[in-house]
């Protein structure tokens, strides 16, 4: 094993280019849809509301299969799940990507959702197949792939677009799927020492209506009405599954989702900082393409194409992408308890920049540019300190349930900056006003500060709770060891930081 590790042969070398490159195919496919909203509503003959299914479906269908394919991902069937979902991947972008109405592009837009469970599976491929130097750096960089990518796909697909039609748009979507799955087939491993488990299947129905109700609520309530007797009985539905959900994870023997694993700190603030953090992302990637977009005449926007708009987003790839680097750097400057928090500073400058500082085009690059740094160094520690505190078999699993909350964060946040614009659009006028936009980017700095607090407060309480209880109690050497996974979560904290930034914060 140590001589395959020191000299690894041509499919280890492949498998971190490809494991990245499907986390990136993955990214720019869910974010196909956004930017041909209007052209796929011009295009079909149907309104912007149904149009922007084409976004709603694959977010959806992803929330919903992502953790039981993570739960799958985590026996021993990974490599046939990898290759069976980038197979489902490529059938849908043909179907989307062919002139065959509004209801096959729908249809290949929600096959095209399971890609979303992929980056979980490779987190846990990596976490497996690679060794610990190699495997810490990956994990990063495929957690940042999930936000990169969607400033990758924005540009891309507006350049197709406007070139060769909104058809050619998904083309290109299938040709890059059929690339990554003839990549999956030829490198991914198959899992070794993985024991088959029996599939939670009521947890996984149970999980999958109780979201898709939640996550249908939240896409529908500015048409259905906020108040609007349907909508209320559908959440209040939706959040009573959800809850039965927990209480059947809670009991069952092998659950889809250990729950259990939040009692630990590190795995909890993970969860809750991906959730919270999801929320103020897409606020701001929300407003910022809807503002650029809106013309002059009413007072701000610029009137952007959709390409233009695609290359505001470009900065914040790019810097997502750079964080990877900094992280190490900023672990080793600071401390490694810091590296979160920071991120949150970060991306709440960035958010205080579009409050302030929104004028001209050249201000919004560099708002996305900083935001970039800021999410990807926020992203780029979650999966780590997952991947560090919860058993190998566990992985999967777990970083599934960090995806889903975050793809919910994501719902949430662009549905908060739609319904925050619509209450500042005037009677008898489409477009909002532009206090509009700074009241929705003061919610969206609140929404910041809250995850800073996360990050900060829930681990210190785990600590101080933890530091108290070895204070008071007298226990033998034997129970210590018994003991060793509960009671020295604050080490673990600090300890899985420095392995998502590397040998360099050491």
Same mark, same amino acid.
Request: glycine share 10%; with cysteine; net charge neutral.
């Given at each position: +094993?140590?001589?395959?590790?020191?000299?690894?042969?041509?499919?280890?070398?492949?498998?971190?280019?490809?494991?990245?490159?499907?986390?990136?195919?993955?990214?720019?496919?869910?974010?196909?849809?956004?930017?041909?909203?209007?052209?796929?509503?011009?295009?079909?003959?149907?309104?912007?509301?149904?149009?922007?299914?084409?976004?709603?479906?694959?977010?959806?269908?992803?929330?919903?299969?992502?953790?039981?394919?993570?739960?799958?991902?985590?026996?021993?069937?990974?490599?046939?799940?990898?290759?069976?979902?980038?197979?489902?991947?490529?059938?849908?972008?043909?179907?989307?990507?062919?002139?065959?109405?509004?209801?096959?592009?729908?249809?290949?837009?929600?096959?095209?959702?399971?890609?979303?469970?992929?980056?979980?599976?490779?987190?846990?491929?990596?976490?497996?197949?690679?060794?610990?130097?190699?495997?810490?750096?990956?994990?990063?960089?495929?957690?940042?792939?999930?936000?990169?990518?969607?400033?990758?796909?924005?540009?891309?697909?507006?350049?197709?677009?406007?070139?060769?039609?909104?058809?050619?748009?998904?083309?290109?979507?299938?040709?890059?799927?059929?690339?990554?799955?003839?990549?999956?087939?030829?490198?991914?491993?198959?899992?070794?020492?993985?024991?088959?488990?029996?599939?939670?299947?009521?947890?996984?129905?149970?999980?999958?209506?109780?979201?898709?109700?939640?996550?249908?609520?939240?896409?529908?309530?500015?048409?259905?009405?906020?108040?609007?007797?349907?909508?209320?009985?559908?959440?209040?539905?939706?959040?009573?599954?959800?809850?039965?959900?927990?209480?059947?994870?809670?009991?069952?023997?092998?659950?889809?989702?250990?729950?259990?694993?939040?009692?630990?700190?590190?795995?909890?603030?993970?969860?809750?900082?991906?959730?919270?953090?999801?929320?103020?992302?897409?606020?701001?990637?929300?407003?910022?393409?809807?503002?650029?977009?809106?013309?002059?005449?009413?007072?701000?926007?610029?009137?952007?194409?959709?390409?233009?708009?695609?290359?505001?987003?470009?900065?914040?790839?790019?810097?997502?992408?750079?964080?990877?680097?900094?992280?190490?750097?900023?672990?080793?400057?600071?401390?490694?308890?810091?590296?979160?928090?920071?991120?949150?500073?970060?991306?709440?400058?960035? +958010?205080? +920049?579009?409050?302030?500082?929104?004028?001209?085009?050249?201000?919004?690059?560099?708002? +996305?540019?900083?935001?970039?740094?800021?999410?990807?160094?926020?992203?780029?520690?979650?999966?780590?300190?997952?991947?560090?505190?919860?058993?190998?078999?566990?992985?999967?699993?777990?970083?599934?349930?960090?995806?889903?909350?975050?793809?919910?964060?994501?719902?949430?946040?662009?549905?908060?900056?739609?319904?925050?614009?619509?209450?500042?659009?005037?009677?008898?006028?489409?477009?909002?006003?532009?206090?509009?936009?700074?009241?929705?980017?003061?919610?969206?700095?609140?929404?910041?500060?809250?995850?800073?607090?996360?990050?900060?407060?829930?681990?210190?309480?785990?600590?101080?709770?933890?530091?108290?209880?070895?204070?008071?109690?007298?226990?033998?050497?034997?129970?210590?060891?018994?003991?060793?996974?509960?009671?020295?979560?604050?080490?673990?904290?600090?300890?899985?930081?420095?392995?998502?930034?590397?040998?360099?914060?050491?």
């Amino acid at each position: +094993m140590e001589a395959r590790h020191t000299a690894p042969g041509l499919r280890e070398r492949a498998l971190v280019p490809v494991l990245v490159f499907l986390g990136t195919v993955v990214a720019v496919i869910s974010s196909l849809g956004s930017p041909l909203v209007p052209t796929i509503a011009s295009v079909d003959h149907v309104s912007l509301s149904d149009a922007q299914w084409s976004l709603t479906i694959t977010l959806l269908v992803g929330a919903v299969a992502t953790p039981t394919m993570g739960r799958l991902g985590d026996g021993p069937h990974r490599r046939r799940v990898i290759i069976g979902a980038t197979a489902v991947v490529l059938l849908g972008s043909v179907l989307a990507a062919l002139p065959l109405g509004f209801t096959f592009l729908i249809i290949g837009r929600g096959l095209q959702g399971l890609g979303l469970g992929l980056t979980p599976l490779a987190i846990a491929t990596a976490r497996d197949a690679l060794p610990a130097e190699r495997s810490r750096p990956t994990v990063a960089l495929l957690s940042i792939t999930t936000v990169a990518g969607v400033g990758l796909g924005y540009p891309l697909t507006g350049l197709i677009a406007e070139s060769w039609g909104v058809h050619a748009g998904f083309w290109f979507g299938a040709i890059i799927s059929a690339l990554a799955l003839a990549a999956a087939v030829l490198v991914v491993p198959q899992p070794q020492g993985r024991e088959k488990r029996p599939l939670d299947a009521p947890g996984a129905v149970l999980l999958a209506v109780g979201l898709a109700g939640l996550l249908l609520a939240l896409s529908e309530g500015e048409i259905w009405g906020w108040g609007s007797t349907r909508l209320l009985g559908l959440t209040g539905a939706a959040l009573a599954l959800l809850a039965w959900w927990i209480i059947h994870e809670l009991r069952t023997a092998h659950p889809l989702v250990d729950l259990r694993s939040l009692r630990n700190r590190v795995v909890l603030t993970a969860d809750v900082s991906g959730l919270i953090a999801g929320v103020a992302m897409y606020m701001l990637m929300s407003m910022v393409t809807r503002f650029v977009q809106t013309p002059s005449s009413a007072g701000y926007g610029f009137g952007t194409s959709v390409l233009v708009t695609g290359l505001v987003l470009l900065p914040f790839s790019a810097a997502s992408v750079a964080s990877s680097k900094l992280v190490p750097v900023l672990a080793r400057r600071t401390s490694t308890a810091l590296v979160l928090p920071v991120g949150c500073a970060v991306s709440l400058l960035s +958010m205080a +920049m579009f409050l302030f500082a929104r004028n001209s085009l050249w201000e919004l690059f560099v708002i +996305m540019g900083v935001a970039g740094l800021g999410v990807g160094c926020t992203f780029a520690v979650m999966p780590g300190l997952i991947v560090s505190s919860v058993p190998a078999h566990e992985t999967g699993s777990a970083i599934s349930f960090n995806q889903v909350l975050r793809t919910v964060g994501y719902s949430t946040g662009s549905v908060l900056s739609a319904v925050i614009l619509q209450a500042h659009t005037p009677a008898g006028r489409l477009l909002p006003e532009n206090s509009g936009y700074g009241t929705a980017a003061l919610l969206g700095c609140a929404v910041w500060v809250v995850t800073a607090v996360v990050t900060i407060v829930l681990p210190r309480r785990g600590a101080s709770a933890r530091q108290d209880r070895s204070a008071t109690a007298v226990v033998t050497r034997d129970e210590e060891l018994l003991m060793d996974e509960s009671i020295a979560d604050a080490e673990t904290a600090e300890d899985s930081v420095t392995a998502v930034a590397g040998p360099a914060s050491r």
